[in-house]
């Protein structure tokens, strides 16, 4: 009888085979990294037979760890070089800063929920030991280690904060994320720092749930 190791380990082959290459994901890297990392590792009990589905996986708090194509294709459109400067803005437990570490880059990974914060402070010094890992305010990003080659949202939003975009390195900076419409469809961007600012290109429809911390408050009606 396979053990819960084997498993697992099958169904993340599994992810691979059958949500992330029939996807056109080409990156060896990326499909590397995919088969290779734990994902069970980086979620509650409550919801580890959730680990290799293909949906985004509820975390508790309104947030989610993204659905594993969605975060594939999300990376590949980033162009990865390798050694690449990274933040990851709403980390979550880790996972996809692990995903970006096994790239060959150097990721910050940004979270402010504490509750997903010490899954990821308990896992990622086993997985992924280079990531940093800091705590604070998801709209401020991380100013003191731009500016930043790549950015990752992982979640939607209505809009991609001024705060962020300001990181991104103006040469060679690009901002993966979905972004959230007023007719409820969400699509995948990649963004590009310009000298006019951002210029963004929508890449792929999707159902990413958005981050609630970095939803438009609501406006005032008389």
Known sequence: MATQSELFADARNRMVDSQIRPNRVTDPRILSAMR????????????????????????????YMMEPMVLAK?????????????????????????VLAACGCRVTALEEDAALLAIANAV????????????????????????????????????IPPALAAQLHQESGRLLTAICGEDRT?????????????????????????IPSLRKAPAFAF
């Open 124 to 159: 990622l010094p086993i997985e992924a030991p280079g990531v940093t890992l800091v705590s604070g305010p998801l709209g401020a990003g991380w100013p003191s280690q731009a500016p930043y080659d790549v950015i990752l949202i992982e979640g939607a939003v209505p809009e």
């Open 36 to 63: 290779r990392l734990p994902r069970e590792r980086f979620l509650p009990a409550a919801v580890l037979p959730l680990a290799y589905a293909d949906e985004d996986v509820p975390l508790g708090n309104g947030r």
């Open 186 to 210: 969400t699509q995948a961007v990649q963004a590009e720092a310009t000298g006019s600012g951002l210029s963004i290109c929508p890449i792929f429809d999707c159902g990413t749930p958005p």
């Open 74 to 98: 999300l990376l590949q459109a980033a162009d990865l070089q390798g050694n690449e400067r990274v933040l990851i803005v709403g980390a979550g437990t880790g996972y996809s800063a692990a």
